[in-house]
Nanobody, 129 residues
Framework: QVQVVESGGGLVQAGGSLRLSCTASGLAFHEVTMGWFRQAPGKEREGVSC????????SYSDSVKDRFTVSRDNGKNSLYLQMASLKPEDTAMYYC??????????????????????WGQGTQVTVSS
């Protein structure tokens, strides 16, 4: 059974930093593309960042580019999102997602939620002004 679990959310002041973590079990982590998504109250879920299964390719939404950094440690079955210069508009539930990916697609990823098979329950990030 595949399980995806996020952690690291919390309350932080504007301009501060947080590091989200995600672990995935029940699958071969080195064979999955990983993504971070978020959803604020009353808004649609949006893609934040993704990383290819081999870790060589990353993608970010324009709203977080140059502030957030995604990384993965395949030896620890873990995904991370380092968030800096946080803004109140970053307040949302953050979700980690995974999708099994073929070898030929190992060097790419997309910020399309429909691409992803497995989802965590989310971790809340609240940024106060």
């Amino acid at each position: 059974q595949v399980q995806v679990v996020e952690s690291g959310g919390g309350l932080v002041q504007a301009g501060g930093s947080l590091r989200l973590s995600c672990t995935a079990s029940g699958l071969a982590f080195h064979e999955v593309t990983m993504g971070w998504f978020r959803q604020a109250p009353g808004k649609e879920r949006e893609g934040v960042s993704c990383i290819s299964r081999d870790g060589t390719y990353t993608s970010y939404s324009d709203s977080v580019k140059d502030r957030f950094t995604v990384s993965r440690d395949n030896g620890k079955n873990s995904l991370y999102l380092q968030m800096a210069s946080l803004k109140p508009e970053d307040t949302a539930m953050y979700y980690c997602a995974a999708v099994r990916t073929s070898w030929w697609a190992r060097t790419t990823c997309r910020l399309e939620s429909s691409d992803y098979q497995y989802w965590g329950q989310g971790t809340q990030v609240t940024v106060s002004s």
